[in-house]
């Protein structure tokens, strides 16, 4: 170390050491201070990885103690404290800020309140099973640089960065809509769906083959039109779900930080009688769509472009009340990106990532929600081509939403009256209820219950989760 402190003055570079887990004859990062601090030369300073320093349980404030004038150069590394939840994660030893659960922003609050002033870069991703190109690792690694730099600054004002100018992460209050594309054919046998789910048509566009199909406050959109974004969508994927509406307080707040972030803008003409929605390309060439509160008409948008339709009979609800959640599949590393796009943009919690047993392989899967649980989605990673996840995306010829949960607040009633409107739902095996009962302790009479409705029932320590599926469309 004093001959590499020696050449570093003789060039008159600075040269920074950084301690790794691996390095037992310094180890951690108090006796490399006092290594470099004992050498005394100001050519010889410290580098700090975050993912070194916090990986073993280790508080940032630990970190106070280091002479910021030691400090050279500072990595920000996500990872896992301890063990990682997943087998997936333990592969990847380097993780982008925010794909992990590490105190980041805690890291770089300590070291800049320190009065650290030398710049902020990311350690390389370290993943065998990284294969996005290096453009696309550049715009995650930006997004992930730039919203953990903002995250701090909003909470700490007197810590500054020069990071762009945009507005914070963005609340969001609900799903206002989800919007499929479909022929004729595909028209019919997804309102033969709706209609058996007891939803019912509404209103119809003022100028296009675009209907609104509603139950409680889920709002359904089919697109039947022959030219525009949902006919392109349509011609790539089949008939599948190509956009999502959610509800915001600022749709140009929204979009104002979204781009700031990387994320592509979208925007097709409309009609003289039409909003024009605010947008950003989404998972699998979908769209999000943001409809304000109530800063501007967009929360109109179904009186604006929508006529009622003449109500034939009364449909009688199934206790639909709103969406509880939607599944969108990608590949593992997709996911992750997808990850960064959600909770960089949106004020949105991640939960621990969970290995999903499939018969042919893992999916692992990670839940995103709103701080009240108005919006949530599962984000689920396929890397085996022969997972049911991973056919999926063969069939749909990439990433896309694979299943859309609607709440009820009585699983059972809403079976009776789905069974009275001929709803066709997935037929469960014999075996299965047999495990419930050995696997919860449910009295007889119970599974029986859920048996004779095909209903699916988890227990998650305090929370039960009862379920119908549909079958496959």
């Keep these: 170390m004093k001959y590499i402190a020696l050449r570093a003055s003789y060039f008159r570079v600075r040269v920074a050491y950084m301690s790794i887990p691996t390095d037992f004859s310094i180890g951690n990062v108090d006796p490399a201070i006092k290594t470099i601090e004992s050498i005394g030369s100001p050519y010889l300073g410290l580098a700090i990885n975050s993912l070194y320093a916090l990986s073993n349980g280790s508080r940032p404030s630990e970190l106070r103690d280091v002479p910021i004038h030691s400090i050279f150069h ?50 390389k991703i370290d993943s065998k099973k990284a294969k996005k190109s290096f453009i696309d690792n550049a715009y995650d690694a930006y997004r992930a640089l730039v919203n953990l730099l903002d995250e701090v600054e909003r909470s700490h004002p007197q810590i500054k960065f020069e990071t762009p100018n945009m507005p914070a992460r963005v609340y969001t209050s609900g799903v206002e809509f989800l919007e499929f594309s479909v022929d004729d054919e595909s028209h019919y046998q997804i309102t033969q769906i709706l209609s058996s789910l007891c939803f019912r048509m509404e209103r119809k566009h003022i100028s296009k083959a675009v209907e609104l199909w509603r139950q409680g406050s889920v709002n359904i959109v089919l697109n039947n039109e022959k030219k525009g974004f949902s006919r392109s969508s349509f011609l790539e994927h089949g008939p599948s779900l190509c956009a999502i509406g959610l509800r915001v307080r600022d749709s140009a707040d929204t979009v104002e930080r979204a781009s700031a972030l990387g994320a592509s803008l979208f925007s097709q003409a409309v009609g003289s009688s039409e909003l024009e929605i605010p947008a950003i390309n989404g998972v699998g060439e979908s769209l999000v769509y943001f409809i304000d509160d109530e800063q501007s008409d ?23 009340r709103r969406i509880d959640h939607i599944a969108q599949t990608m590949k593992f590393d997709e996911m992750q990106s997808w990850l960064l796009y959600y909770i960089s943009t949106f004020e949105m919690e991640k939960k621990p990532v969970v290995d999903v047993i499939d018969p042919s392989g893992v999916i692992y899967s990670q839940v995103l929600e709103s701080p009240e649980g108005e919006v949530r989605l599962n984000l689920n990673g396929a890397d085996n081509s022969e997972t049911f996840a991973s056919k999926f995306l063969t069939s749909r010829f990439g990433a896309g939403t694979q299943h859309i949960a609607l709440l009820s607040d009585d699983i059972f009633e809403t079976s009776k009256i789905l069974e009275a409107s001929r709803f066709e739902r997935l037929q469960m095996p014999d075996g299965y209820y047999n495990d419930l009962k050995q696997k919860y302790g449910l009295a007889e009479d119970f599974v029986n219950k859920l048996q004779a409705s095909n209903i699916l029932y988890t227990r998650e320590k305090w929370r039960i989760f009862s379920n119908i599926f549909s079958t496959n469309f």
């Design 74 to 123: 500072v990595q920000l590394c996500d990872g896992y404290v301890q063990q990682p939840a997943s087998e997936e994660q333990s592969s990847h030893s380097d993780m982008l800020p925010g794909q992990g659960n590490l105190n980041l922003a805690g890291f770089v609050k300590v070291i800049a309140a320190s009065g650290y002033k030398g710049s902020w870069s990311l350690a």
């Design 298 to 320: 967009l929360h109109r948008v179904w009186d604006i472009e929508f006529n009622p339709v003449t109500k034939s009979e009364a449909v009688q609800p199934c206790g639909v």
